[in-house]
């Protein structure tokens, strides 16, 4: 069985990716989760420089679903080229470095810095975060602002550069199509969705920031969809992720046209998962006689289905 994708130049092994921001910088996991053995690890999203993020609460849970507002804490980039990738490298890990900025320079510099460091195998540019005030969701609400931060940094790096869009926007498919325009590799979809949660009892916001980003199973057949209209408008690999939780989540992603999937929330339910999700692909592989997995990508059947109860 072949469950390989591609994106550009990078082979991956199975479609299964870590997501940033819910796989720390993905060492945390490595007793419990052979790194080679997934599609790859998105690490927590890096600045230049050490951020604290936002004070607590920075989590709620939700009816099927998690909103958070961590603010993009993080060691920074230099922290983590010194302390984070040897071990990523020695483990054989397929590095995805999520880097975010305030400034388009800081996006370039950041590329350059990564793009010199050994082990780093794509760029995910965050420009979907949607609960820090400056930088990120700007670029990512704005097609110039993609098209530009995109293009930047597609000058500095020979890395495949990744744009992660947010779905806080009315017409995804034309964010994807600004970002392949601009030379991205391809795009991953979709980051969190501004939401917001208060305790009646005290009228008060749950998270320190007022609002946050809703993640998990809740969210899942809205970034089917845009995954589905992106799809249509762009040849670019896809990375799609939003609440996938089981295999045929997996699926669903890939047959409404995505070529690699990342989970991030169900990765805090169990740790294992990605055992449970790779024995999932393979029994679908036996049972539907599927040699590659790559094959099912974008195959959704929209012709009208036969209507036996009309005759019946
Ligand atoms: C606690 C938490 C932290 C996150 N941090 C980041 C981050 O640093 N960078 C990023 O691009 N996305 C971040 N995300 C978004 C996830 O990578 C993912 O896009 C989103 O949660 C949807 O996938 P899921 O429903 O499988 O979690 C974070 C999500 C969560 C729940």
Redo the contacts with the bound molecule.
Sequence with gaps: MNLSTRIGSLVLPNPLIA????FGYGVEYSDVVDLSTLGGV?V??LFLAEREGHPPP??VETPS??L?A?G?Q?IGVHRFVREKLPELRDRRAIVFV?I?GTTIDEYVELARILSDAQGVAAL?L?I??PNIKEGGITFGCSLTGTHNVVSAVRKVTSLPVIP?LTPNVTDVASFARAAEDAGADAV?????FLAMALDVETRRPKLSNIVG?L???A??PI?VRMVYECRRVVKLPIIG?????TAADVLEFMIAGANDV???????VDPFIWRTLLAGLEDYMTRHRIVKLSEIIGTIDTTQREQAWISS
């Design positions: 997501a940033s921001g819910c998105a927590k999203g920075r989590i679903g998690m958070n961590i993009l993080g999520n975010c995910e965050n979907s975060c992660k991953s979809l979709v980051n969190t980003g993640s998990g199973p969210i899942r970034a992720m939003g609440g996938i939780a990342q989970v991030g929330t169900a990765n805090f």
